[in-house]
C-alpha cells in the first residue's frame, strides 16, 4: 500500500512539472505564476498528510486510502478542463 501511494506522489509531481511549460504557454502564464501552481500542489498535499493520517487513525486505512485516491483523481480530472488562471477571473 506505502509503495503504491509513493508510485502516485512521484507520478503526480513529475507530471505536473512535465506539464507547467505548456501551461505557461497555453495560458500566457508568467513564470511566477507557474511557481504558486507548483507551490500551492505541494502545500495542499502536505497540509492534507495529518488529517489523512488522523482518518486513517479512526476509520478503516484501507477506506480512507481509497477515498483520498478517488478524490485525487476527480480533482485531477476537473483541474484538466480548467482554461483560464484565477487571477484572470479577479481582473
Same mark, same amino acid.
Given at each position: 500500500m506505502f509503495c503504491l501511494t509513493q508510485f502516485i506522489d512521484t507520478l503526480s509531481? %513529475?507530471? @505536473?512539472? /512535465?506539464?507547467? =511549460?505548456? @501551461?505557461?504557454? /497555453?495560458? &500566457?502564464?508568467?513564470e511566477i505564476q507557474s511557481t504558486w501552481v507548483? !507551490?500551492?500542489? *505541494?502545500l495542499t498535499f502536505s %497540509?492534507?498528510? =495529518?488529517? !489523512? &493520517? *488522523?482518518? !486513517?487513525?479512526?476509520y478503516n486505512p484501507k +477506506?480512507?486510502?481509497? &477515498?483520498?485516491? !478517488? +478524490? @485525487? &483523481?476527480? @480533482?485531477s480530472l476537473c483541474a484538466g478542463f480548467v482554461y483560464t488562471t484565477v487571477l484572470d477571473d479577479f481582473i
Open positions: 509531481m %513529475s507530471a @505536473l512539472l /512535465s506539464v507547467i =511549460p505548456a @501551461l505557461e504557454a /497555453s495560458m &500566457g502564464m508568467a507548483f !507551490s500551492g500542489f *505541494r %497540509s492534507f498528510l =495529518p488529517i !489523512s &493520517g *488522523r482518518l !486513517s487513525d479512526v +477506506t480512507v486510502f481509497i &477515498g483520498g485516491v !478517488s +478524490t @485525487l &483523481g476527480i @480533482l
